[in-house]
Structure formats: C-alpha cells, structure tokens
C-alpha cells in the first residue's frame, strides 16, 4: 500500500522558518499540506505541490522534489501551532501521511 | 458561502449499519467531486472514499471496501456514506470534504465539514 512518511513533531521558535517533510515512493505532482488544529477540521494550506489557497497567509510555502515534498513556514507565529498532514493519490486512493505537530517555543 | 454539514453519527454495535449524510450548498453541487475523511480519536486522518461531480465514479480505502458506499444525490445537494458491517476500528470523526476538481481522486479539499463522531462499541 502507498504510505507517506512524516516526522511525527517539529519545534521551532517564533519568527523562526519551520520545515515539515513528506516522504513517498512516488509523490506525483499534486501534493496537499493541511492545517489542524485542536478540536477544528482541518484547513488546506497548500495544493498542488506550491500554490496557496485564498486567505491562506504568504509565510506559507510548498515545494516537491519527487520523493520528498516540503511544507516551510516563514516567520512562523504562535498561531501556527498545529497539526500538520501532507497528502497525496496514486492510481485508486488518496493517502495522507502520519501528521507532524508543530510545537512554537 | 459554501458550507458542508454532516448528520448521521451516533453509537452502534459492532455488525450494525449507519448511514451518513452531508449536506452541501454554497456552490454548484455536481462540479465538484467529493470524499470521506475519518479521524480516530488521537489519530492521524484517514481517506475513506471518494466521487466524482457526476456519481459515476467512487474509490474506497482497503479497510472500507465492501463495506461502506458512497454515492451522492444532486437533486438533494447531499453526499452519503452507507456503512454496514461496523467494526470497532471504524470508531472515529467522519468529515465530508469538497474537492477543487471533478474527478473522484481529485484530493484538494477546499472545504471540510465539522465532522460527525461514529462510535462502535458493544
């Protein structure tokens, strides 16, 4: 089964940049970032690999080599704190990987 | 506005049956493929299934296929998930996702419901 593979927490200090990987055998070129926080559903943040959604801050960045996507967050703020998953689809089925939470200290 | 509204959970015994709903407005309902995306309490998210604007194309996870159906009615605006052979492990939030696409494996969700909680437990 296709799996995608992310570090299960990154912490970062405020203003600092925060990146958050994703890795898969094979991450095509449509790779989603998603935003959880406690108790709300989650927010898409980036999709198709860079772009960012309306209203979704410019601090916000994706990137994808292949077989490791990337979610960076620039000046990262207190509010940033959250889950975060990456997604992706092969021929059948849309996958998400494990979640990494974002501690801000 | 678009807004996406799940119904539907509740607890049932393992082997029992449950139907979801999610209403949809706020955008032209057959445009847009739709999915299910579960979350186990404590856990990480989880596709479940997946249709096309138009119906005619679904996509089950291995865990739900055989199991679960989604199907979708757009003269109602509502996406559905049958459940039927219930396990423990099915135990989770069920949100109702929009994707920006059309087809059924188009997996940028735009827009997610609040979720509806299904607990299965004896």
């Known amino acids: 089964s296709y799996e995608l593979t992310q570090p299960p927490s990154v912490s970062v200090s405020p203003g600092q940049t925060a990146s958050i990987t994703c890795s898969g055998d094979?991450?095509?070129?449509?790779v989603c970032w998603y935003q959880q926080k406690p108790g709300q559903s989650p927010v898409l943040v980036i999709h198709?690999?860079?772009k960012r959604p309306s209203g979704i801050p410019e601090r916000f960045s994706g990137s994808n080599s292949g077989k490791t996507a990337t979610l960076t967050i620039s000046g990262t703020q207190a509010m940033d704190e959250a889950d975060y998953y990456c997604?992706?689809?092969?021929?059948?089925?849309?996958?998400f990987g494990g979640g990494t939470k974002l501690t801000v200290l | 506005e678009v807004q996406l509204l799940e119904s539907g959970g509740g607890l049932v015994q393992p082997g029992e049956s449950l139907r979801l709903s999610c209403a949809a407005s706020?955008?032209?309902?057959?445009?847009?493929?739709m999915s299910w995306v579960r979350q186990a309490p404590g856990k990480g998210l989880e596709w479940v299934s997946g249709?096309?604007?138009?119906?005619?194309?679904?996509y089950h996870a291995d865990s739900v296929r055989g199991r679960f159906t989604i199907s979708r009615d757009t003269s109602k605006n509502t996406l559905y998930l049958q459940m039927n052979s219930l396990r423990v492990e099915d135990t989770a939030v069920y949100y109702c996702?929009?994707?920006?696409?059309?087809?059924?494996?188009?997996?940028?969700?735009?827009?997610w419901g609040q979720g509806t909680l299904v607990i299965v437990s004896s």
């Open positions: 996702a929009k994707a920006g696409g059309a087809a059924a494996l188009d997996h940028d969700f735009d827009y």
């Open positions: 706020g955008f032209t309902f057959r445009r847009n493929a």
């Open positions: 249709i096309s604007g138009s119906g005619g194309t679904t």
């Open positions: 094979k991450l095509g070129d449509n």
């Open positions: 198709q690999d860079t």
């Open positions: 997604q992706a689809r092969d021929s059948s089925t849309v996958v």
